[in-house]
């Protein structure tokens, strides 16, 4: 107990945006050495989860919280499994319910001020049924595996925070949008999403990586002013390229766990002193995390194609153009958007 309160008093003589920079990258660095020394079916879902909840100015959940959330996931992603059959015999009506469920997880994240939840539900209502069309046995792993991810990123929280916790005192209260606002960015989202999701079902296999970036940046549109949003959406997807590829070309080295693990920490200690002001940057907070969890969807699927002996370096200028396609398309679906809803 005196060794555990002399490590937590020392943490906290360091600066808070410092501590939130090592809790950040030690999280997504445990995170990721812990799924992929378990080989659990996604590796790369822990990592970007962990960056989701690390990235949070808040304390972990309790054991009592986090068991409701792991809930709440199995919840959502089951609902998922049960619109798959539906997508395959009766396309429009199915496509309804996902539009509406998008919408409504949108509406939980921006209105009701829970990211998570509502990405997690975001993820049960488009990548589950769209997986399931492909094969059951895959939205099942894939079921599987999303909630083994987000167990490990919150259990990887657990042994970071004591290090590098948050300040005792309260933070200030978000301004909160209009409930005209909230609809119509919550709306946007939606409409940002739907269109990856009708590509993706060309060939739900290889496209899931592209349906969870369209989430991922529809959510990350409804943050924007439209006047930063080229900069913040296409600029955070060459950023997660660019260092994916400065990671895969140092893995050369020594394709070890160690070693991914350490380059993982050294990257994520960059990309969080730049999310919380370390270093001066023009850049928003939602730019660092974007960039970071591309970055690390990018790198896990070009691991599992080196495992399954594809041309890692033909599947990552693909999925990267596809990547850089859907943030162009984030980028001009804002603009029309906003455009029409000037006009009425």
Known sequence: ??????????????????????????????????CYGLNIGIPFVAPVFAVLVAAAPTPPPDVRGAFGLLLFMAAALTVGILIGPLLQQAPFTALLIIAAGTYFSNRLAISGGKALPGTLLALGFTVIPVADVASSALASALVEALVLGLALAIFSLWLVYPFFPEDTAPAPPAQSTTTVDDHWLSLRATLIVLPALGFTLTNPTTNLPFLVKSILLGREASELQLRHAGRELVGSTLAGGLLAIAVWWCLGFAVELWFFSAWILLVSLFVAAGCYQVFRNRFSPGFWSNA??????????????????????????????????????ALVAMQLLEWWRGRR
């Open 1 to 34: 107990m005196i060794a555990r309160n002399r490590t937590s008093s020392t943490s906290s003589r360091l600066p808070l945006a410092a501590r939130r920079c090592y809790r950040l990258a030690f999280t997504t660095a445990l995170a990721l050495a812990l």
């Open 292 to 329: 970071l969890m591309n970055m690390l969807i990018l790198l896990g699927a070009a691991v599992q194609d080196s495992a399954a002996g594809k041309d890692v370096y033909q599947a990552f200028m693909v999925r990267m153009s596809l990547f850089l396609l859907v943030a162009v398309y």
